[in-house]
């Protein structure tokens, strides 16, 4: 099945980091992969519907509120690593492929099983029209010592995308690779006061590649007409060419922190203060990484800009509440979250829909501050999580979610699954 | 998925019941928020206002005679008619009652430039995102009002007689491009004639149909009007005209919002077309590599062992697989069609098998033809500018204009639409008032193993009689009978032949343009290689040597060139 060799070669592509996307960045489908900022994964955020700006989170604050890094705390993250696989429900529930392993575990290393059923299923999935994602990497290490924290991590999505209207074999990959290093600070103020607040700041610097698009039929006409299999990668890729850019955006939030666990919060992130957004450059191919991996990586910040591909900064309100139990909080660990994210987005094109698809909620339960549930509603879409916390030294999350991938709410939902694993230590 | 399980286990409900109750926005499903289909609301207004030009039905005199240039709205088309050098634009109608008709309902207003421009853009934004090209198919498959269906047919009419017209007055002109262009809109006539004539009340999306296709002949007109102007005349010359552009873009759009109207089928993904194709590619079947393979297949699959028997129910091919010593193979193969065509019909017309027979909705069976013969046509109209020889000679120019047309996606887009329009086309000529949709629904009555989806020993194969009767088949125990039955549908002189002829040509320049194989097309479908078959390299030349072969069987052979 050749159509399985396509999977394959995606995987082969994304090992080789190197992405893609088509250079045609007025074309909104890959304008919104170019300009989006980078989300690192959160299985935490994730089960609880995409909120939490006004919860405490030692490992996530650095990236979602600066705000609430002014809360002392010692963390190391060394490392964190996440892996998310999308459409679980109709491309391995449904299509029979999970009960078959359940049925037979042999098969998890049948590669011939998970050539022809796996993948196949997947790619036969992707067949519906719009933005979609095969899967998403992180991998990150970080660390935070007092008030300040810094992150280095890496980003890998397989993105798809076929134009409505297409069919199978028009489908786009759009792999993408981010690399991004974070530095936040945040600071307490009148903490010994029954209402004090957070300030705090993030700087981020994000670069971005992609290759130019290619389709399905491209994969499969190389993988046809060589007869060397090691010579695939070099005839799909060796023509693209390859745009690389970067950006630094800046995030600042606030805290105003209540008696009982109550918090409310704003965040003005993803603020572009150079160019408005990502600034590219373009390499013949992705021999200039190979061959002067240095001065291509350099090449956006020594190079004239090509083209900048905005990225629109948000406003965002949350609400928390972390009840305080008076000391059994080694029991049972309640929280609440609910944000209200793109206040900017929402004034300009105001109606009840755009309301609610900006409205993300989600509790969690902690329990022996060891096991963790949690539930939400992202936009209307249902999330579920749980985790492993083992002596703040091992932890291990999963969560299950589904997501709006299409441009109004309701158009498109694709479901995903994240493991997430941190290695560590957390105080 | 950890949750999922626990939910399972507490809930003793399965995995993918709980993955079902998880899955969908809770908010639109509550009705606290709306999906936005803005746009498609915005074409829908735009075909509910669509109405008759009044001066219509003043133009027309008791014995028929429209003149064009009486009606307002005309003056787009009189105008490309001008150009193209016809100065008489009167048009006769010869039916009495469309005559009536047209005095009584008159036609539907032809768009100027900046309506088109604005009708063109809408249907753009709509098909633009998947939930707007969903609820602009549900509204298109809407009635039209009695008024207004009854002038977009006169309409229909009207616009086959323009095409009459410019067919008889420029095909003289002995420029092969316009001469395809214009053979092209015979298929388009053709369905506007038979739509005109229907007693059916039309579909929004007809409505529409029709002022897109009249806004195509405008424009193909203008195209004619290149070469009676004096212009140069290679088809490279005339691709990259204005008019020709201007035609191209109509029919892209005519395709894609035919593709949308279709339901957007995708042929990779209608489940069993892999087993399917495994069936026919076979090794181990009986059919020797020089057996013609309408002559291996056809009667088997037809007849079982070459007889039709007859009970209180209809009649049956007599035990199909086991008395006619049908070997495993072709039984596989006639299961796998069977099971696929259930999947296919489904996904392409949307007839459900059910327990009790076939779930249908025959107007959108209708809607979904009419949108496959369009897109067909569409195709065949876009890739109409120049022979084989000049694509070949040509492909970055033919690229550079139809390149967003010629992926392999595109490819089984048209040949699904051929091969629909095709039977369904059949079935019109030898059938009087039964429609294809009709007759899958009482394949599937007759039938009830289809819903099963497998058959067991004794099941039998019931054919409808209305197919039965139309196509004579209780002779074809007779040899004789079989060939004179072949032979009426695509032998030498059948249409069908011809039409294959053209479109296989149309194949063949998509490829050139598309870079791309007929063994790419079997990839994607899951055929692979074959061996000890040769590649196909050119789809006319398979054709034609594949007609030879059943000419052969029939005893004539044809020299004909494809």
Redesign the interface.
Known sequence: ???VLVILLIVLVSATSVFAVDFNYQDAAYLSAMGAPFTKTSARVA?MGGAGLAVFNNQDSLYLNPASLGGKGLVFNLPNAAFTLYN??TGY??SGI?DQLLDDPGKFTDTDFLMDNVLGGVL?ML????RNRIATVDAGIGFKAGRFALGIDTQVNLNTYLP???????IQLVPQVDVAATAGLGFRFFRDNAINFDVGVSAQLNIRAFMQAF???TL??AF?NSEDDSNILDSVLGGQPVAIGWALPLSFGINVNFPFGFTISSTLSNVHLIKGGYNYVVQENYEAFTDDPLHAILSPFTEDTQFTVKSGMMLNLGFGWSPDLGGFEWIIDPTVAIDLVDINGLVKDWS??NL??RVRAGVELQLFKAFE???G?N????S???GVNLFNVIHLE???Y?N?F????????V?A?TIRMNIGWER | ????L??VALSSCS??EA??A???????EMG?????TSNADNVNKAVGDMGADESSKNAISDDGELDLSQIGSMDTVNEALKNAGITDTTITISDSNLVQSIKDYGILAAQDKDQKQDLNNSISQA?????S?EAFSNQMKESATAQQSAAAKNSMAVTSEIINTVKDQLATQENETVNTILETLTDLQNQLTEKASSSETLSKAEVLQVQMITNMVTSAANVAGLVTDGGSSSPETIIESNEARELLNDASLLS?TS??LSG?V????VPGLTDLISAFMDDSSSGSSSEPAARMVMPLAVTGDGSLQKDEKGWYIDDPFYAADVDDAVEERIRAGINFGRNFFEDALGITATRNGASFDPNEVRVRLSAFKALANAYDVMYSFGDLQAFKDNETLYQEALGDYS????A??YLLAILLSSVDQVLMDKCTDYDLGQAIADFYSLNEWIYRGYMNDGDLIYIPDEIVTAFNLTNNQDESAMKSLVDSLIGPESDLRDSFKTKSVTLDKMMIVGN?SV??IL??V?A?DVEGDEEITSVSDWLENALADLDEWLGSTSNEEV
């Open positions: 099945m050749k159509k089960a679980i429900k529930v449904d999970f036969d067949g519906t029209a719009g409505v209207g297409s069919g199978t074999t028009d389709d399905a039929q499969i006409s046809t009840t829909t609610l698809a549930l949690r539930a509603l936009g209307g879409y249902v579920v999580g749980a999963a969560s299950y589904w709006e299409g441009d109004v709410l309701g158009e498109k939902d479901d699954l | 998925m950890l949750c999922a626990i939910l995995l993918e993955l079902d998880m899955m969908g926005n809770k908010y639109i606290w928020a709306e999906l936005d098909l633009a995102g998947s939930a090209r894609n593709k949308a957007d995708d042929l990779i993904q992926s392999t996606s595109k089984l887009d791309f063994q790419d990839d994607m899951g692979g």
